[in-house]
C-alpha cells in the first residue's frame, strides 16, 4: 500500500496560483487512481479532482473547472494540483488521496496542507 505526503500549500493573494504536490512512497503507483480532496473550516471535506491511473481521463467539482489541473507523473509516484486563480472560497486543508484499482473508496490519505487565499 502506498502512502502520501502532500506539499506545496501556503499563502497566496487572490488571483495568485500554487501547485499542490503529493508524493507516494510505496509499490505500483499506477494502481491508484489519485484525487484531491478539501475541508474548509466549519465544512465537510469535499471533493475536488481525480486522475486516472495513467492520467488519460481525469474529473473536476464544478467550482474548480477551469481553475484547476490535476495531474500525475507516473515515473516520480507523484500527483499534482495546479489552482489558479485562487479565490477566498478556496481556502482549506488540502488532502491527497489514493483509491486502489478494484475498490470504489480512498483508502490511503496524506496529512493534508493548508492553503490560505488572502489579500
Known amino acids: 500500500q502506498v502512502q502520501l505526503v502532500e506539499s506545496g500549500g501556503g499563502l497566496v493573494q487572490p488571483g495568485g496560483s500554487l501547485r499542490l504536490s503529493c508524493a507516494a512512497s510505496?509499490?505500483?503507483?499506477?494502481?491508484?487512481?489519485m484525487a484531491w480532496f478539501r475541508q474548509a473550516p466549519g465544512k465537510e471535506r469535499e471533493f475536488v479532482a481525480a486522475i486516472s491511473l495513467y492520467g488519460t481521463n481525469a474529473v473536476y467539482e464544478d467550482s474548480v473547472k477551469g481553475r484547476f489541473t490535476i495531474s500525475r507523473d507516473n515515473a516520480k509516484n507523484t500527483a499534482y494540483l495546479q489552482m489558479n486563480p485562487l479565490k477566498p472560497e478556496d481556502t482549506a486543508v488540502y488532502y491527497c488521496?489514493?483509491?486502489?484499482?478494484?475498490?470504489?473508496?480512498?483508502?490511503?490519505w496524506g496529512q493534508g496542507t493548508q492553503v490560505t487565499v488572502s489579500s
Open positions: 488521496a489514493a483509491s486502489e484499482r478494484g475498490t470504489t473508496h480512498y483508502g490511503v
Open positions: 510505496g509499490r505500483y503507483f499506477t494502481n491508484y487512481t
